[in-house]
């Protein structure tokens, strides 16, 4: 029977992987995804102390370069929905991390800036991050990881035009 599962004995060797079925083998994407699950768990397993600040890193090393952007450029800049970046943001400004103010001539619009607390919290997140990008590349040739980076950006881009 084709795609039958082995019965799982006390021999089995838990260290094998498990086998995928051949679309998943040869897919680019489900590489890409399962980077992404492994990268982030590594990187959140050197921040406990920074709660849920971490996993938002990306988001504000974006303010942090572009002070005072409204909310829905931010969204586009991380690919969420405004209405799924307004909580991270709430809880961001709760936190003391970032502060958001009303844009001049548009009461219904905010514009976000990172706190003293903030820029201290990017700095040693990005400290984090970095070490953590040194191992992820161990072995990587700078040709490597110049050509890998190109590669990635022309994905991303791919994805934008989706």
Same mark, same amino acid.
């Given at each position: 029977?084709?795609?039958?599962?082995?019965?799982?004995?006390?021999? #089995?060797?838990?260290?094998?992987?498990?086998?995928?079925?051949?679309?998943?083998?040869?897919?680019?994407?489900?590489?890409?995804?399962?980077?992404?699950?492994?990268?982030?768990?590594?990187?959140?397993? #050197? #921040?406990?102390?920074?709660?849920?600040?971490?996993?938002?890193?990306?988001?504000?090393?974006?303010?942090?370069?572009?002070p005072g952007?409204?909310?829905?450029?931010?969204?586009?800049?991380?690919?969420?929905?405004r209405s799924?970046?307004?909580?991270?943001?709430?809880?961001?400004?709760?936190?003391?991390?970032?502060?958001?103010?009303?844009?001049?001539?548009?009461?219904?619009?905010?514009?976000?800036?990172?706190?003293?607390?903030?820029?201290?919290?990017?700095?040693?997140?990005?400290?984090?991050?970095?070490?953590?990008?040194?191992?992820?590349?161990?072995?990587?040739?700078?040709?490597?990881?110049?050509?890998?980076?190109?590669?990635?950006?022309?994905?991303?881009?791919?994805?934008?035009?989706?």
């Amino acid at each position: 029977m084709q795609g039958a599962a082995a019965p799982v004995t006390e021999d #089995t060797d838990a260290d094998l992987p498990l086998a995928l079925q051949p679309a998943l083998a040869d897919s680019i994407n489900f590489r890409l995804r399962m980077a992404q699950i492994l990268a982030y768990k590594s990187f959140e397993a #050197t #921040t406990p102390d920074h709660g849920g600040a971490a996993r938002y890193l990306g988001l504000l090393s974006i303010i942090c370069q572009n002070p005072g952007q409204p909310q829905h450029r931010l969204a586009e800049a991380v690919g969420l929905q405004r209405s799924s970046l307004v909580p991270i943001l709430d809880r961001m400004e709760r936190n003391g991390v970032l502060e958001r103010r009303a844009v001049d001539g548009d009461r219904r619009a905010n514009a976000v800036w990172v706190t003293p607390l903030g820029e201290e919290i990017v700095a040693d997140l990005s400290a984090r991050a970095n070490a953590v990008e040194q191992q992820t590349l161990d072995g990587f040739t700078e040709a490597e990881i110049a050509q890998l980076r190109a590669m990635l950006d022309r994905v991303i881009s791919n994805f934008r035009r989706l």
